[in-house]
């Protein structure tokens, strides 16, 4: 069964910088599509960040593009998922969840298309 956990959120100032980990275990396709979303208080969950290893494809919301870098690696325990995020502002403050994608549909950046989510970490980012 798949399971995702992120960890690495906390609280920074407004310009710092966070790098998000999220854990993957129970599939062994490294190019499975994964992403990040994110739920600020009072606020629906959006897209973050989303990509496409098996294709080289990332994609990015607008809010995050030039701040944020998601990558993804493969080890012998499983795959991890990481989220640079740069020059925090306090609009980013918010709880950042794992996810994957049913098939190759993280172009769409869509929660319609999320399969599996990790518990979600926390980032608090002050002015």
């Known amino acids: 069964q798949v399971q995702l956990m992120e960890s690495g959120g906390g609280s920074v100032q407004a310009g710092g910088s966070l790098r998000l980990s999220c854990a993957a275990s129970?599939?062994?396709?490294?190019?499975?599509?994964m992403g990040w979303f994110r739920q600020g208080p009072g606020k629906e969950r959006e897209a973050v960040a989303a990509?496409?290893?098996?294709?080289?494809?990332?994609?990015?919301a607008d809010s995050v593009k030039g701040r944020f870098i998601v990558s993804q690696s493969q080890d012998n325990s499983g795959n991890t998922l990481e989220l640079q995020m740069n020059n925090l502002e306090p609009e980013d403050t918010a709880i950042y969840y794992c996810?994957?994608?049913?098939?190759?549909?993280?172009?769409?950046?869509?929660?319609?298309?999320?399969?599996?989510w990790g518990q979600g970490t926390q980032v608090t980012v002050s002015s």
């Open positions: 990509i496409y290893a098996a294709a080289g494809r990332r994609y990015y």
């Open positions: 996810a994957t994608f049913m098939g190759s549909s993280c172009s769409t950046l869509s929660l319609a298309y999320v399969s599996r």
């Open positions: 129970g599939f062994t396709d490294s190019g499975k599509c």
